[in-house]
């Protein structure tokens, strides 16, 4: 007959299991701190570039849209239909559009914290803020910086539902805002002082030196700054710019918030001018 084993083996000697020490532990716990951190570093560096990138972005392609649709409406500066009275070109000094005094394109007379005020007329049936008319007429358009810091284009026809014959294009509340964080929007008109039959521009003078001289085109700047304060502080100091004939300080007015800035030049010519002036 077969003897049956032992109903339980007997136990076996426990196997000692060895753990962490104190300074095994405090060196782990260190170690993730270290890569914790430098991971929190990381994502706020990546963020931070990201806000960067996309500043840089939206102020470039907001800098290149208002420069195109100024150069679109100066290329229709001194436009004339001979059966429109009124005269069309750039506006220099004070004129009555249908009982309302429009002001003259403004100067800053050298202070560099103060823009310049830009207004033109030509005959035609729509203003820089899309109104239009029925018939073609003497349209003035003006850009002025507010005190917001917003470039506004405000056009000389009344909205549809204005019972006005003429919006007053020298208050820019009546106007359209282009663009934001303008901190300086200078314009400087090119001029041919000799008469020869040849057009040319001798050099680019501000609006009180033009002298009734032919403006054959037109030169403007603009200097951005991006609205985004997730940024913070960019550097210590803020650097200089020069914005065509005006030499603009760091660290003093209009340059006294810290952010990304762009200057944006363009130079537009002047096709509608009398060549008896030439």
Do not use: W
């Not at 196997?15 to 060196?27: D, N, R, T």
């Not at 001029?191 to 030169?219: K, M």
């Not at 609205?227 to 340059?255: K, S």
Request: hydrophobic letters at 45%.
């Amino acid at each position: 007959m077969k003897q049956r084993g032992p109903m339980f083996a007997p136990f076996r000697a426990a196997v000692p299991q060895a753990g962490f020490s104190l300074v095994e532990l405090m060196i782990g716990l260190a170690l993730g701190a270290l890569i914790t951190i430098s991971a929190v570093q990381l994502f706020s560096a990546n963020q931070r570039t990201f806000a960067l990138q996309r500043a840089l972005t939206e102020i470039q392609e907001q800098g290149r849209f208002t420069l195109d649709f100024i150069a679109r409406d100066l290329r229709r500066v001194g436009f004339t239909r001979p059966a429109i009275g009124g005269e069309a070109g750039v506006i220099l000094d004070p004129v009555d559009l249908l009982g309302v005094n429009i002001q003259g394109s403004v100067d800053n007379g050298g202070n560099p914290e103060v823009s310049d005020q830009l207004r033109i007329s030509y005959h035609g049936d729509q203003d820089c803020e899309g109104d239009t008319a029925a018939v073609e007429q003497l349209v003035v358009n003006s850009y002025v910086v507010s005190a917001d810091g917003d470039l506004v284009c405000t056009g000389s026809l009344p909205p549809a539902a204005s019972a006005l014959p003429v919006e007053d294009v020298n208050d820019p509340a009546n106007g359209t805002v282009l663009i934001s964080g303008v901190e300086s929007f200078q314009v400087l008109y090119g001029i041919d002082p000799i008469v020869n039959g040849v057009p040319n521009v001798a050099r680019y003078v501000p609006a009180n030196q033009v002298a009734g001289e032919p403006v054959l085109s037109i030169r403007i700047g603009i200097l951005l700054r991006s609205g985004d304060a997730t940024l913070g502080q960019i550097a210590a100091d803020i650097r200089d710019f020069t914005v065509l004939d005006q030499e603009l300080a760091g660290n003093n007015p209009p340059l006294v918030e810290q952010g990304i800035r762009r200057l944006f030049v363009t130079t537009v010519r002047v096709r509608n001018f009398d060549p008896d002036t030439i």
